[in-house]
């Protein structure tokens, strides 16, 4: 059996934070923070064009294989964004993950549980992604979580984490998710 689609109606309840489909709506906020230089020194760069941003997040909206979520509080306050795409089997990869100066200091730890706690719901079991060498504190916070290193390239570390360390990395960090969230 295959993983489920994204739905981009889901609204993932964490204890402080939630994650909700990114429209065009959010191109305003998205650009300024993937156009901030130290944020994104390890990401890819974007054109500074906010038509070109809402274009991009029309069609990753309208995309069944990909899930691009601002990260935001109870009552809306957008703090950051995180992606889930590439579906691989029963395995999908997540990045593209930026938090905004000024966010509580759960917010990262709380949104890659939310991510995991998704993922596994939608039936995936494992889940790989690429770090750039030298992005050291993300490459410390996922084998933190368990994650593997798999192989390297000129500028990216490629890891993988399979389910019982996902579950273990929920488990771990389960205070930073609400009650009952554990699958």
């Known amino acids: 059996m295959s993983p489920a ?3 981009k109606s889901v609204r993932l ?5 939630l994650l909700r489909a990114a429209t065009p709506d959010d191109a305003d906020f998205v650009l300024a923070l993937r156009s901030d230089a130290a944020k994104t020194r ?3 760069p974007v054109q500074a064009d906010l038509q070109a941003q809402r274009d991009w997040l029309a069609k990753s909206h309208a995309d069944p294989r990909q899930l691009y979520c601002v990260i935001c509080t109870p009552d809306g306050e957008r703090l950051g964004l995180v992606r889930l795409y590439d579906p691989q089997g029963d395995s999908i990869c997540w990045g593209s993950w ?5 966010a509580p200091a759960s917010t990262a730890i709380e949104s890659a549980l939310l991510v995991y ?16 060498i030298g992005n050291d504190s993300v490459i410390r916070f996922h084998t933190g979580f368990g994650a593997v290193e798999q192989r390297r390239s000129e500028q990216d ?7 019982d360390a996902i579950r273990a990395a929920l488990h771990k960090y389960r205070r930073y998710l609400p009650a009952g969230a554990m699958p």
């Open 5 to 7: 689609p994204f739905d």
């Open 13 to 17: 309840q964490g204890r402080n934070i």
């Open 42 to 44: 390890f990401l890819q």
């Open 98 to 102: 930026l938090i905004k100066d000024g």
């Open 117 to 132: 706690l998704h993922a596994l719901a939608l039936g995936y079991r494992r889940s790989h992604f690429d770090v750039r």
């Open 157 to 163: 570390i490629y890891f993988s984490i399979g389910e």
